[in-house]
């Protein structure tokens, strides 16, 4: 964790909002908390709810036990040193959402299967678009995410040049049906870390970024806003996490897909 990328954020969105170099990919959310299909509040789940008065004890045990999946995406997916890159196009929130679709798969004990961001671009017509979180979470629900066997080329956003079955093969790998938990901004850290303490990682979004990540972990850091350090897997080519740090760290949005259907 040490060796880990650091941005305090409230320092790296003045550069943002003053002209970032990343394409904007993520619009902000547009339904209400819990109201988008097979959206569940995850204030509605007591069982899954923590108390904030243990946050510091429950980080503590979710890193000594390894329960983050910060840990089940290095023994799948992406162990030390992979990089997860969008090369340019503004699809960080199918990037980030896929991301949280393995770490689910992982985390469910399935087969390690490389699933392909990129052809998600039907739900934005194939264009180069920013889109919503919802909008993704919804189309993994419906029609799921194909393989990364089926598109040759992992930008490519002509779908004539997927394999003829890459349709029928994304069905394999799709959010359960009320495979979402979602979080209440107001109390964003709580909601956060009672999803991660699952094993389950959260699509989020930074509004002031534009952009869309995936939050896979979280440190215990008394110096910092709320006590903690964001430890978050980006999609702009880099070989480690990166934490966010600062009060403006705090998702804007967030979502834990905790279950996939059975394949």
């Given at each position: 964790m040490s060796d880990n990328i650091i941005i305090n954020a409230d320092e790296f969105?003045?550069?943002?909002e003053?002209?970032?170099q990343y394409i904007p990919g993520v619009i902000p959310r547009k339904t209400v908390y819990g109201d988008a299909p097979g959206l569940v509040p995850v204030g509605d789940v007591p069982d899954v709810l923590i108390d904030m008065a243990d946050a510091k004890e429950i980080i503590a045990h979710c890193h000594e036990w390894r329960i983050f999946p910060?840990?089940?995406q290095e023994n799948s997916w992406a162990p030390d040193?992979?990089?997860w890159n969008q090369n340019g196009l503004g699809y960080c929130w199918t990037w980030s959402g896929t991301g949280d679709v393995m770490n689910c798969r992982a985390r469910e004990n399935k087969p390690t299967v490389m699933l392909s961001p990129v052809s998600m671009g039907y739900l934005v017509n194939w264009r180069n678009n920013g889109n919503y979180l919802e909008s993704f979470l919804e189309g993994a629900r419906k029609h799921g995410i194909a393989p990364a066997s089926c598109v040759p080329d992992q930008h490519s956003r002509n779908p004539r040049s997927y394999s003829d079955d890459w349709e029928e093969q994304a069905l394999k790998y799709r959010i359960?049906?009320?495979?979402?938990w979602d979080t209440n901004k107001s109390e964003m850290l709580r909601h956060c870390l009672s999803i991660l303490q699952n094993g389950t990682s959260c699509h989020i979004a930074y509004n002031w970024w534009g952009h869309a990540l995936s939050l896979i972990g979280l440190i215990w850091d008394e110096s910092q806003t709320n006590n903690?350090?964001?430890v978050i897997r980006n999609?702009?080519?880099e070989d480690t996490p990166i934490e966010m740090t600062g009060r403006r760290g705090v998702p804007d949005e967030a979502f834990g897909v905790h279950a996939?259907?059975?394949?």
């Amino acid at each position: 964790m040490s060796d880990n990328i650091i941005i305090n954020a409230d320092e790296f969105s003045k550069t943002v909002e003053g002209g970032d170099q990343y394409i904007p990919g993520v619009i902000p959310r547009k339904t209400v908390y819990g109201d988008a299909p097979g959206l569940v509040p995850v204030g509605d789940v007591p069982d899954v709810l923590i108390d904030m008065a243990d946050a510091k004890e429950i980080i503590a045990h979710c890193h000594e036990w390894r329960i983050f999946p910060m840990y089940h995406q290095e023994n799948s997916w992406a162990p030390d040193g992979f990089k997860w890159n969008q090369n340019g196009l503004g699809y960080c929130w199918t990037w980030s959402g896929t991301g949280d679709v393995m770490n689910c798969r992982a985390r469910e004990n399935k087969p390690t299967v490389m699933l392909s961001p990129v052809s998600m671009g039907y739900l934005v017509n194939w264009r180069n678009n920013g889109n919503y979180l919802e909008s993704f979470l919804e189309g993994a629900r419906k029609h799921g995410i194909a393989p990364a066997s089926c598109v040759p080329d992992q930008h490519s956003r002509n779908p004539r040049s997927y394999s003829d079955d890459w349709e029928e093969q994304a069905l394999k790998y799709r959010i359960a049906e009320d495979g979402v938990w979602d979080t209440n901004k107001s109390e964003m850290l709580r909601h956060c870390l009672s999803i991660l303490q699952n094993g389950t990682s959260c699509h989020i979004a930074y509004n002031w970024w534009g952009h869309a990540l995936s939050l896979i972990g979280l440190i215990w850091d008394e110096s910092q806003t709320n006590n903690v350090r964001w430890v978050i897997r980006n999609s702009h080519n880099e070989d480690t996490p990166i934490e966010m740090t600062g009060r403006r760290g705090v998702p804007d949005e967030a979502f834990g897909v905790h279950a996939t259907v059975t394949t």
